[in-house]
């Protein structure tokens, strides 16, 4: 059963530099969707960052599963803002890895993603590279590369930014149907407070008046 808990934790990127994050404490247990709002560079970055162990933490706990060490990139399906693409694969052989990584053929791999392509406006994009695409393109083929990395945890930062209304409709319902179907447990990272209400059990919001810090609140209506 997956549970991530911050406690107490404080980072700076550099030592003896003013702290970017101080005495954040948090849950998230399995199969809930917390969305992280709060202004920019208010430190919701660098909380992904220190969940997948590309920063390491200065005080507190970071704990995993009630385990604070380990190889924390392991457990997570993460979508940093700059896109991780590999460019000199394929729209196809970048989105169909994840799943030949988990045992699928090549043929079941690249037939899956070609119809996920279709449905969310990429049709006859596959055998294009990243560099011949729009930001926009290249945000729902890096969120589909996360979801299909079969990862029960997923850390996505401001996914859906690039994308028009109807496209960021479609990729929203899916994701809540993959959330469903797998019990996932997303952290979820807007701008966007709708979004944050439409998607989230629950959401966390960075303050910055009077003291920075994390105030949780419970979605009181729920999803439609
Ligand atoms: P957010 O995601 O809320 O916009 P970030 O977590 O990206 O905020 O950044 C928090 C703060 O840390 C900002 O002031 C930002 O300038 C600073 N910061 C982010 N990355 C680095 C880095 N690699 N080195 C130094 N400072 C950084
Ligand atoms: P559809 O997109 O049509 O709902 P499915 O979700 O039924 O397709 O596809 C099943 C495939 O999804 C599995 O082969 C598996 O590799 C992959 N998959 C994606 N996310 C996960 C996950 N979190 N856990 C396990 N398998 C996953």
């Known amino acids: 059963k997956f549970s991530l808990e911050f406690e107490d934790v404080s980072f700076s990127y550099h030592h003896g530099e003013k702290a970017i994050l101080e005495g954040l404490s948090f ?11 709060g202004p920019s560079g208010s430190g919701k970055s660098t909380i992904f960052k220190l969940i997948t162990g590309l920063e390491d933490h200065s005080g507190g706990k970071i704990a995993i599963n009630g385990e604070v060490y380990g190889n924390r ?22 989105a169909a890895l994840p799943l030949e990584i988990q045992g699928a053929t090549k043929t079941d ?25 729009s930001g926009g393109m290249k945000q729902r083929i890096s969120f589909l590369r996360t ?37 996932l447990s997303i952290l979820f990272i807007t701008h966007d ?14 303050t910055e008046q009077p003291v920075r810090k994390f105030v949780e609140v419970t979605v009181p209506l729920g999803r439609p």
Not at 109 to 130: C, H, I, S, T
Not at 150 to 178: C, H, K, Y
Not at 193 to 206: H, N, T
């Open 147 to 183: 979801v299909l990395s079969g990862s029960n945890v997923l850390l996505l930062d401001e996914p859906f930014s690039a994308l028009d209304a109807i496209t960021r409709l479609a990729m929203q319902e899916w994701l809540l149907d993959q959330w469903e179907k797998w019990k």
């Open 27 to 37: 849950l998230v247990n399995e199969g809930e969707f917390v969305s992280i709002i």
């Open 73 to 94: 990139l392991g457990h997570v399906g993460y979508m940093p803002q700059q896109d991780l693409l590999m460019p000199w694969r394929t729209v196809l052989e970048n």
């Open 193 to 206: 407070v709708d979004e944050a209400l439409f998607l989230s059990d629950r959401i966390f919001i960075f």
């Open 109 to 133: 791999a690249r037939e899956r993603v070609v119809k996920l392509l279709d449905q969310f406006g990429l049709k006859g994009v596959e055998n294009k590279y990243p560099s011949d695409l």
